[in-house]
């Protein structure tokens, strides 16, 4: 079988064409199609969730983040003696289900501020524990690289969203 080299070519061409072009029309009230591994997909919020970045700010929106709990707390924070659900450091498990539940209004231990504080993200220890002069103990995660920017503004994002 001959394959023609221009007709290849002329494939590739289109199909890269039809990919790069996305889609053209836009998706209302995408925060029902987010899941949050941490709270088994419930909406913890009655379903009008609040997305960090979509009223103009700097941070990102949520649905560009993915599953934050997944993709970042279970990733990041997992590890030996860290935060899983076995002997988690300050009593602190950040990748079994229902994450949101444990963390949100939360005060930390050791640390006076709440783990996650939707009214004032920025004021969270889960967020302030990612910069590298947090307010109290070592920056996270512990022993490995810094979360990039991106990466800490869905955090960032996520709990704002909670």
């Avoid at 080299?5 to 995408?30: D, I, N, Q, W, Y």
């Avoid at 088994?40 to 700097?58: E, V």
């Avoid at 599953?67 to 707390?73: C, E, G, H, L, S």
């Avoid at 949100?104 to 910069?131: F, R």
Wanted: net charge negative; charged share 15%; proline share 7%.
């Amino acid at each position: 079988m001959r394959i023609d080299r221009s007709a290849l070519l002329a494939l590739g061409m289109a199909l890269s064409a039809f990919v790069s072009t996305g889609c053209p029309g836009t998706l209302e009230h995408k925060e029902r199609f987010l899941v949050d591994a941490g709270n088994g997909g419930s909406d913890t919020d009655g379903g009008d969730a609040a997305h960090a970045g979509t009223d103009g700010d700097a941070g990102p929106d949520l649905g560009a983040c993915g599953d934050v709990v997944t993709r970042i707390f279970v990733e990041s924070c997992r590890g030996t003696g860290c935060h899983s659900a076995n002997g988690g450091q300050q009593d602190l498990d950040l990748v079994s289900p229902g994450v949101a539940a444990r963390v949100v209004g939360v005060p930390g231990i050791g640390c006076v501020s709440i783990l996650a504080d939707p009214a004032n993200p920025e004021a969270s220890l889960l967020y302030q524990k990612l910069s590298p002069t947090p307010p109290c103990g070592a920056p996270m995660p512990l022993g490995r690289a810094p979360l990039s920017d991106e990466d800490a503004a869905c955090v960032l994002a996520w709990i704002a969203a909670q």
